[in-house]
């Protein structure tokens, strides 16, 4: 609280961030101490390890643009100090982005209708050595930062084109498949349709087969049956004919009566 209130600007604090040459202390109770102005500047309500740095830094903007006039203008170095000191902590100790940082405190140290390549210029061809070497290095970092978008830029131009390919080769393919499946389909239907034919033909033969087959059995019983009585009239005859003949052609009528006997019994087989 001393220290709050002995450095109520907060010049001394930026001094020992700024100008320490041993991190030690301001790793033990600066950037802590820093910390807590942040908290008061955004509310306790706000949690500095988990808020967005983006976020942190609006809040804190906000803070010292809603500051009364009058306030802002007995003290602009405190406002400038609270800046600088949150800019400072959250690089240091939350790993903000000093590219995304940059966009956000413009406005504060860089009018709006300032001529910024000019001023990029004369730091770099008559600036301090200081001046000189932070603006090679700002720019260095920005070509590298311009160099790596590139290079993402046409990694993803080659990606985008790579995938159209890719697509257009599918979208080739699905019609080739497309095709084969309609030609597929189409061959299926006509073996359908030619094995209805087959079974549509094989049920007629069969049953032309069946009524043929009946038929000759019918036709085949009705002959052995007339050829059956023939016969019977023959051995009849030949009875009569044995009764009234002499020893010796009774003999050859006997011979013919069994032959007529065997003739029957062979044609009364086939008939059953």
Request: zero cysteines.
């Amino acid at each position: 609280m001393a220290i709050a209130e002995n450095d109520k600007e907060g010049s001394r604090l930026w001094q020992l961030v700024a100008h320490a040459s041993n991190v030690g202390p301001v790793s033990t109770w600066g950037w802590p101490f820093i910390q807590k102005r942040i908290n008061t500047l955004v509310g306790a309500q706000i949690d500095l390890r988990q808020e967005s740095p983006s976020r942190i830094l609006d809040r804190v903007i906000t803070a010292i643009s809603d500051a009364p006039s009058k306030e802002i203008r007995h003290h602009p170095k405190r406002a400038e100090n609270d800046l600088r000191l949150t800019i400072a902590w959250l690089l240091e100790r939350r790993n903000a982005d000093v590219t995304d940082v940059a966009p956000q405190v413009r406005h504060f140290f860089v009018g709006a209708d300032a001529d910024v390549e000019e001023r990029v210029r004369r730091a770099v061809s008559t600036g301090s050595r200081a001046e000189l070497q932070t603006a090679i290095a700002a720019l260095h970092l920005v070509n590298e930062q311009i160099q790596t978008a590139k290079r993402e830029r046409d990694f993803e131009r080659r990606e985008l084109f790579e995938l159209k390919s890719d697509l257009q080769g599918l979208r080739a393919k699905v019609a080739r498949d497309t095709e084969l499946i309609r030609e597929l389909e189409s061959d299926k239907a006509e073996l359908e349709r030619q094995l209805e034919d087959e079974r549509t033909r094989a049920d007629s033969d069969s049953r032309h087969h069946a009524h043929s087959s009946t038929q000759r059995e019918a036709d085949v019983s009705t002959s052995l049956q007339r050829i059956k009585g023939l016969v019977m009239e023959a051995g009849e005859a030949v009875q009569i004919a044995m009764r009234r003949a002499d020893e010796g052609s009774l003999r050859g009528l006997q011979a013919a009566e069994r032959r007529i006997t065997s003739a029957i019994d062979v044609i009364t087989g086939l008939g059953k």
